[in-house]
């Protein structure tokens, strides 16, 4: 599921918020989301996230979310955190950028903690 985020005041798209690699045997998808520059600071990632989480957790029979934020992004992990998910591990020197390594950040929200919150 692919979806994209319209900023409506302005008529314009601002990112995508994707849920995908769908794991038959838990239940689980990943997720991850894209906010360009003309969207940022303005509250559409928390609500596009709130949203697809909303939607999959009362639309379908999913058990687990999971995603990864690599460490150079504490704005996204705020977000996620926000909504519900929590740190499950990092995998060190994920990616090389700009030629330094950078870790990545596994977290996940199960249905189960999902309803706790509500």
Do not use: C
Not at 26 to 51: C, D, V, W, Y
Not at 64 to 76: G, I, K, Y
């Amino acid at each position: 599921m692919d979806l994209a985020i319209i900023d409506k005041k302005m008529n314009y798209l601002v990112g995508e918020v994707v849920a995908n690699l769908y794991e038959e045997k838990h239940k689980s998808m990943n997720f991850r989301i894209l906010i360009g520059p003309r969207g940022r600071n303005r509250g559409f990632g928390t609500e596009a996230t709130q949203l697809l989480v909303d939607y999959l957790f009362t639309q379908t029979d999913l058990n687990q979310l999971t995603l990864s934020v690599f460490a150079f992004n504490p704005r996204a992990k705020t977000v996620y955190e926000k909504v519900g998910f929590v740190f499950e591990r990092v995998d060190e020197n994920d990616l090389e950028y700009e030629g330094e390594w950078i870790d990545s950040i596994n977290m996940k929200l199960t249905k189960e903690q999902w309803m706790k919150d509500k």
